[in-house]
Structures are given as structure tokens and as C-alpha cells.
């Protein structure tokens, strides 16, 4: 349960710093123009998109932590992008 709040919050923090914070605007800005050459009729912004930016950094998270943890640690993953998902739909 730990690891899954864990998992959770981080992945909460990191997709809150991408898409709200000032620092990484310009990552966001470059995300947002490479979509709209490749998809330029799309109807909202995924780079702003808590819910969206929340799944890319919940495997990416994954990905760098396999060294340390195993492929039977997905679930908590899961978990945690679950946790994350309703912390996105709760602040607004």
C-alpha cells in the first residue's frame, strides 16, 4: 500500500510540474508544436492534459525504476496512475 502512494503522489507531482510549471514551459511548448505538425486538427492540448501526461509519466517512471523493481511491480503502477487520475479530476 505504501509503494502504491508512493507511485501514486510522485507521479501526481511530476505530471502537475510538466504541465503547470513555469520551468518547463519550453518542453511544453516544443511537445505542443510537435503535435500540431503531426496532428494539427486536433481539438484540445494533450501537453495540458493532466490525465493524458499522467499515463506517459507513470511509464516512463516505470521504465527508469525496472533496475530496481521487477515486471510484477506494474499493478502498483497502475495503481498509482489510478491514484494520480483521481487526484487531476478532484482539484478542479
Known amino acids: 500500500m505504501t509503494i ?3 507511485i ?3 507521479v501526481y507531482a511530476l505530471t502537475f510540474l510538466f504541465t ?3 520551468a518547463l514551459k519550453g518542453p ?3 511537445l505542443g508544436e510537435l503535435l500540431d505538425e503531426y496532428w494539427p486538427e486536433r481539438e484540445y492540448k494533450m501537453e495540458e492534459c493532466r490525465m493524458c501526461i499522467g ?6 517512471l516505470w ?3 525496472l533496475p530496481w523493481t521487477s515486471f510484477h511491480d506494474l499493478p502498483a503502477f497502475i495503481a498509482g496512475y489510478g ?3 483521481f487526484l487531476a479530476t478532484q482539484e478542479r
Do not use: D, M, N, Q
Request: overall charge neutral; aromatic content about 12%.
Open 4 to 6: 502504491i502512494l508512493t
Open 8 to 10: 501514486g503522489f510522485c
Open 20 to 22: 503547470s510549471s513555469h
Open 28 to 30: 511544453r511548448e516544443l
Open 55 to 60: 499515463v506517459w509519466v507513470t511509464l516512463v
Open 63 to 65: 521504465i527508469v525504476s
Open 83 to 85: 491514484l494520480s487520475y
